[in-house]
């Protein structure tokens, strides 16, 4: 992440900008539908990616914020009022959930956080699926409209895919921003080590729960996103499975690394839709596989996808200091007098 | 003599029927080295949490400055300008070491909030590599921290507690596992840090050491626990003549 200066990171941004920019127009419309599909899921993954790669909570309750927001717009809108609103609606209610969903993570960690969090996300579920009043039940919200922006109706799936684009660029710069700054570091130093973090000074309880609270925040402006795409929503979508989805998608990608979650949406949103068309011998076989493909990839690259070039080069610079103690004849550390006392 | 910077007044702390702290009373002065030593079992590190915040003790009273910090956590206890190292290795495996060091004393800085827009090094990026320079530890300083040799982390770790310019530095078993050709080194650098500090202020010491020799060396007081009670205060040359010590704990 400290290549902003450096000439191979501007080239591949600029790549990276074209291909998103021209590729779609090279797409029929559903190839342009997954694409928005893919950035909708971009944005949520990097919520999570900030709540678990980051900060170290284990959040299996990730896919209700996304269901939060995308109701909030659904229901909003279908009170006819502008998305607009809707979009801080679904952002500000997600952000006041994971600050309180924020609170248990004080308490309990690893599998146990994971499992509370499982039973947030199953009580959310519920309520979608049994407060019909409210949300329409396991019939859903159908006829949710898309946006307007600056006058312009993004119904057109292009339109709305460049819509999605810009709102997935100016999320991932504000993250990348706040990951750059000192709270970045706190927040890594509360995922390696919360004791010594909070000797260090680090208000281990107030980062915490500004990681659940802002991870859940990315989840609602996806959900909002995600609302508008699909135009109809039903409680499927926001169950467990799609939270534990999630959290792979942020495994596979790579946990703490920024782009993991253009890698793990790709993987874990996109390649189920897409297999059926391209191999249609495999679509049975895609859990499965993809299942194994994740076994495999905890033994050998625990870190995700993204961690390999770090990985190669970690071992250079490894190489590199041994040869330089074995220059230095000795353990390279301390002040000269390397005698002890007699 | 001038105010003491760290007061312990009778501190009692039991668990169960064991009283590992029974009554424990002493002062450190500025700028002071204070070595702890005793048995096993002899109250050091309940000693030690109860100054860390890390337990609440029974009874009696810690004072800071005057102030009385008894009952404050390890969080307001380091803002109040108390730093520690730990008996383990605790640094931040998957930083660099200069990040380790940045982190160590950004919080020190502002409040979250404008922390937000503050830029990446805190503005504590000449600090950082004044110490790494002081500790030799320039030419690792970009390499994540978990990836270096015990030593050096060791070394990291105690550059951490200096990163927020404290007034009391507790070091629990610095020596522990490290390489008898480092243990010199640490020695010298802590003494270094002591007469010349990185920033403005003198940092006192206190160290929890079962290294005799190191803690002759760099303490400028000791203090002797046996069964959660003092045994001796003193100079490490009257703790050395010190009868009852040698009976008790030094043998001869």
Known sequence: MNASRNPLAIGLIAAGALIAMAFPLLLKNYGIYLMTYWLVFVVATMGLNLTVGYAGQKSLGHAAFFGIGAYTVAIMMKAVLSWWLGLPAAALLCFVVGLILGFPALRVQTIYLAFATLGFNTAVWLVMRNEEWLTGGTFGINGIPRPDFLGWALTGNLAYYYFVLACTVVMGLLLLGLLRSPWGKAFTALRDNPIRAESLGIHIRNYTLLSFAIGATYAGVAGALFASLVDFIEPAPFAVGASIMMYLMVVVGGPGYFLGPLVGAAVGAVMPQIIPDIAPVLSNWYLPIFGAVVVLMMVWLPDGLLSLPDRIRAKRDSRKASEERMKAGRPAAGQGNAGGQA | ?252
Do not use: W
Not at chain 2, 87 to 112: C, P, W, Y
Not at chain 2, 164 to 179: I, M, R
């Open chain 2, 1 to 252: 003599m001038s105010a003491p910077l760290l007061k312990v007044t009778d501190l009692k702390k039991a668990y169960g029927a064991i009283q590992a702290v029974g009554g424990v009373s002493f002062e450190v002065q500025p700028g002071e080295i204070f070595g702890v030593i005793g048995p096993n079992g002899s109250g050091k590190t309940t000693l030690f949490n109860s100054m860390l915040g890390q337990i609440s003790p029974d009874s009696g009273k810690i004072e800071l400055n005057g102030q009385d910090v008894s009952r404050l956590g390890p969080l307001e206890l380091n803002r109040r300008g108390v730093g520690r190292t730990f008996q383990t290795l605790q640094v931040f495996g998957k930083m660099t070491v200069r990040d380790n060091l940045i982190v160590a004393a950004q919080e020190h800085r502002g409040s979250m909030f404008s922390r937000m827009f503050e830029q990446d090094d805190s503005g504590l990026g000449a600090k950082a590599d004044a110490l790494i320079n002081r500790f030799r530890i320039r030419h690792v300083a970009h390499l994540k921290a978990g990836t270096l040799s015990y030593g050096q982390q060791k070394l990291v770790d105690i550059a951490m507690a200096f990163m927020s310019e404290p007034d009391l530095v507790l070091l629990d078993e610095p020596c522990a596992g490290v390489n008898p050709s480092l243990v010199g080194g640490i020695s010298t650098l802590l003494k270094d840090l002591n007469r010349t500090p990185t920033g403005s202020k003198k940092s006192s010491f206190v160290v929890i050491e079962h290294n005799m020799d190191f803690v002759m060396d760099l303490c400028h007081r000791i203090m002797v626990m046996v069964e959660g009670k003092v045994m001796a205060i003193g100079t490490p040359a009257e703790i050395r003549g010190n009868k009852q010590v040698l009976d008790a704990y030094l043998g001869a």
